[in-house]
T-cell receptor, first 114, second 113 residues
Framework: SAVISQKPSRDICQRGTSLTIQCQVDSQVTMMFWYRQQPGQSLTLIAT?????????ESGFVIDKFPISRPNLTFSTLTVSNMSPEDSSIYLC???????????FGDGTRLSIL | SQKIEQNSEALNIQEGKTATLTCNYTNYSPAYLQWYRQDPGRGPVFLLLIRENEKEKRKERLKVTFDTTLKQSLFHITASQPADSATYLC????????????FGRGTSLIVHP
């Protein structure tokens, strides 16, 4: 199984600033995803990070707010832009080796906005 | 609309007993179903995958059943241990649609010594 390293593990940010979260996989994977999880809630998919092209965003999430990069098959970043207290959440990166395959998750970034 | 339902109430059981968690879904035709474990402050960890043409799958003390008629999966942990205490999430793939699984909210399991 793939090992996912995500950083930072947590951060406290000021309103209006931006934070970039990094996700590194220890081997090449086909698919990488970004999720958001509120305490006690389900995982909500933000977008699929596509290697070499623009990410595919889910309904309710837009590129201007959550720009995503995936320069190669092992690395992706998610930026949370112009943060507000409503963006306080846990952000999780995951990777999968293909369709119908399990997902492997990082331990998430716990983000608090003051 | 499509929905995945897991019991929001925590399941409390005694060590050594079998824990049974339920995942119900509506308006899906999943190609398969997955179960994950999530500990506090950690990301979900994949446990088992069962396909639509499989009735049951086992892995050590874990057993998953999949009833596409009832639209339900049961997740069993036999001889439960306090270390099994965690939140368990089910996730479904929609056949003919997105291959990305949709996750339920999870059920918290607490195993008492």
């Amino acid at each position: 199984s793939a090992v996912i390293s995500q950083k930072p593990s947590r951060d406290i940010c000021q309103r209006g600033t931006s934070l970039t979260i990094q996700c590194q996989v220890d081997s090449q994977v086909t698919m990488m995803f970004w999720y958001r999880q509120q305490p006690g809630q389900s995982l909500t998919l933000i977008a699929t990070a596509n290697q070499g092209s623009e990410a595919t965003y889910e309904s309710g999430f837009v590129i201007d707010k959550f720009p995503i990069s995936r320069p190669n098959l092992t690395f992706s970043t998610l930026t949370v832009s112009n943060m507000s207290p409503e963006d306080s959440s846990i952000y999780l990166c995951s990777a999968s080796r293909g369709e119908n395959q399990p997902q492997h998750f990082g331990d998430g970034t716990r983000l608090s906005i003051l | 609309s499509q929905k995945i339902e897991q019991n929001s109430e925590a399941l409390n059981i005694q060590e050594g007993k079998t824990a049974t968690l339920t995942c119900n879904y509506t308006n899906y035709s999943p190609a398969y179903l997955q179960w994950y474990r999530q500990d506090p402050g950690r990301g979900p960890v994949f446990l088992l995958l069962i396909r639509e043409n499989e009735k049951e799958k086992r892995k050590e003390r874990l057993k998953v059943t999949f009833d596409t008629t009832l639209k339900q999966s049961l997740f069993h942990i036999t001889a439960s241990q306090p270390a099994d205490s965690a939140t368990y999430l089910c996730a479904l793939d929609i056949k003919g649609g997105s291959y990305i699984p949709t996750f339920g909210r999870g059920t918290s399991l607490i195993v008492h010594p």
